[in-house]
C-alpha cells in the first residue's frame, strides 16, 4: 500500500471511529430516555457535524468527504423506512433533515474544498452547534413563542441560534484571516441570516439551505466587501 492510501485510509478510520462512537452514544441516550429522545438526536447532531473539524485537520480530500456524503445520504433516507438507529431517526419521523444534513455536507465540500475550506467548516458548524443548542435551549426555556410561515419558534431558541452562529463565524474567519470590525460585520450579517433561514424549518429543510447560504453568504461577504478570497 503506498503512503497516499496508507494516509487515507488512516484519516477514514479516525472519522469512522468518531461517528461509530456518536452513533453508540446516542442510541444508549436514547434508550434511557425513550425513542423519541430530542438529546439524542441533538447529541448526534452536534457530533456529526463537528466531523468537518476532523476533515479539515486531517487535509482529507474532497472526494472522500462527498463519497462519505453520499453514503450517508442513502443511509438516512433508508431510516425513513427501515429500522436503521430508531432512536436517531425514527421510521416514519415527518422530515428529510438528516438527509438534508447529509447532503449540505457534500455540496460545500464540492463548493469550497479544498481551497476554501474554511467556509465550508463555517456553513456545517453553523448549523451544527446553531441549530443544536437553539433547538436545546427552545426546549427546556423556550416561553416567548413566535410563528414564522407556519412553524412555532421561541426567542430563546432563535437568540441562540444567532448568538452560536456569530461565535463560529467571527472565530473561523478570525483563525484563517486574523480579527477586525468587518470580519465582526460579516459574521453579524451571516448570524442574523442563518436565524432568519433556521425559523422555516418544514421537512428540515433548514438542514440544508442554513449551511450552504450561510457559508455562501460568507464567501460573498468577504469577497465584495472585505476583498478576501
Given at each position: 500500500m503506498s503512503d497516499a492510501a496508507l494516509q487515507i485510509s488512516l484519516q477514514v478510520g479516525l472519522v469512522g471511529l468518531w461517528l461509530g462512537a456518536l452513533a453508540l452514544l446516542?442510541?444508549?441516550?436514547?434508550?434511557?430516555?425513550?425513542?423519541?429522545?430530542?438529546?439524542a438526536r441533538k447529541v448526534?447532531?452536534?457530533?456529526?457535524?463537528?466531523?468537518?473539524?476532523?476533515?479539515w485537520w486531517l487535509d482529507i480530500p474532497m472526494w472522500v468527504g462527498v463519497g462519505a456524503s453520499v453514503l450517508c445520504s442513502g443511509v438516512a433516507l433508508a431510516s425513513y423506512k427501515l429500522p436503521i438507529l430508531p432512536g436517531i431517526n425514527g421510521v416514519g419521523r415527518n422530515s428529510?433533515?438528516?438527509?438534508?444534513?447529509a447532503v449540505s455536507i457534500g455540496v460545500l465540500m464540492l463548493w469550497f474544498w479544498p481551497v476554501r475550506p474554511h467556509y465550508a467548516v463555517i456553513g456545517i458548524l453553523i448549523m451544527t452547534w446553531g441549530d443544536g443548542l437553539a433547538a436545546l435551549v427552545g426546549k427546556r426555556f423556550g416561553r416567548r413563542l413566535y410563528t414564522f410561515a407556519g412553524m412555532q419558534k421561541s426567542w430563546e431558541g432563535s437568540l441562540m441560534m444567532a448568538a452560536?452562529?456569530?461565535?463560529?463565524?467571527?472565530?473561523?474567519?478570525?483563525?484563517?484571516q486574523g480579527g477586525?470590525?468587518?470580519?465582526l460585520g460579516v459574521a453579524l450579517?451571516?448570524?442574523i441570516a442563518a436565524t432568519a433561514l433556521e425559523s422555516?424549518?418544514?421537512?428540515?429543510?433548514?438542514n440544508l439551505t442554513v449551511p450552504v447560504l450561510s457559508a455562501a453568504l460568507a464567501f460573498g461577504l468577504n469577497v465584495l466587501w472585505l476583498g478576501n478570497p
Open positions: 446516542a442510541e444508549r441516550l436514547s434508550r434511557r430516555q425513550g425513542a423519541s429522545s430530542e438529546v448526534m447532531h452536534i457530533g456529526v457535524g463537528n466531523v468537518i473539524l476532523l476533515a428529510l433533515g438528516t438527509f438534508f444534513y452560536a452562529s456569530f461565535v463560529v463565524c467571527g472565530l473561523v474567519l478570525g483563525a484563517v477586525d470590525g468587518g470580519m450579517a451571516v448570524a422555516f424549518s418544514i421537512w428540515g429543510v433548514d
